[in-house]
């Protein structure tokens, strides 16, 4: 059987990070049996070091953009078949747009802001045994807003951040408009990109300004909730 490789649940999400989210909606989209492994040592035999990856009867796939790409041509899915070459163009532009840039905010909102680290700090570390659990926190933060500041996100103010991450709801806002996917009536590959990354701002159980920003788009928190009515009912 596949298996999916993540960190586990965080958040009242299937996972904490949206690349494993994404994967695993799609596997669960394209109605692909697999098993889900949360086990953040999994890092170690990770193909690029990072979260998620799939086995597939040995076979190693890291990195969530190869991974879809992957199951689509092995398994010869069909999510995509309704979407015109001009839709299959703009789905590729919009997923790299999240994945490189809302990611970002994301990181942001609560790897740096002051109101989310307690609830950060308590799920990522809260079982460290003493004294790893004193000194652990701080070494992951500070590594983290180092490769913020590298990025160039963590170069600009929070207010900025928060428009950034605005103009992303907004325009996945229209772009949904009243449709129940974001390109028609059934859900494509896109979609598990767009509510991988909505969810995690949307559907978790904590509070910052850039969640409630989020969960002023309407049409939105329906859309994530439609899905996971359907796709994640418990």
């Not at 965080?10 to 049996?33: G, H, Q, R, T």
């Amino acid at each position: 059987m596949l298996k999916l490789y993540g960190f586990g649940k965080a958040f009242s999400m299937v996972d904490a990070s949206p690349f494993v989210v994404k994967v695993d909606l799609f596997l669960k989209l394209a109605a692909i049996e697999y098993q889900f492994i949360a086990d953040f040592n999994a890092l170690k035999k990770s193909p690029k070091n990072k979260l998620p990856f799939i086995e597939d009867k040995g076979k190693k796939i890291g990195d969530s953009a190869f991974i879809l790409k992957y199951l689509t041509e092995k398994y010869q899915l069909t999510l995509d078949d309704e979407l015109s070459i001009e839709q299959r163009a703009q789905a590729n532009i919009y997923s790299k747009a999240l994945d490189e840039s809302l990611y970002w905010c994301l990181v942001y909102s609560r790897w740096v802001k002051e109101d989310s680290w307690p609830v950060i700090k308590e799920t990522f570390f809260g079982t460290l045994p003493a004294p790893l659990k004193w000194f652990v926190p701080g070494i992951v933060k500070k590594d983290v807003k180092k490769t913020l500041y590298r990025q160039g996100y963590g170069r600009h103010s929070e207010s900025e951040l928060l428009s950034i991450a605005d103009e992303h709801f907004s325009s996945l806002a229209v772009l949904l408009s009243d449709k129940p996917f974001f390109f028609g009536e059934k859900a494509c590959s896109f979609d598990a990109v767009a509510y991988a990354f909505l969810a995690e701002f949307i559907s978790v159980d904590f509070f910052n300004s850039f969640n409630q920003q989020a969960r002023k788009y309407d049409n939105l928190v329906q859309y994530c909730q439609r899905i996971e009515a359907q796709y994640y009912p418990n």
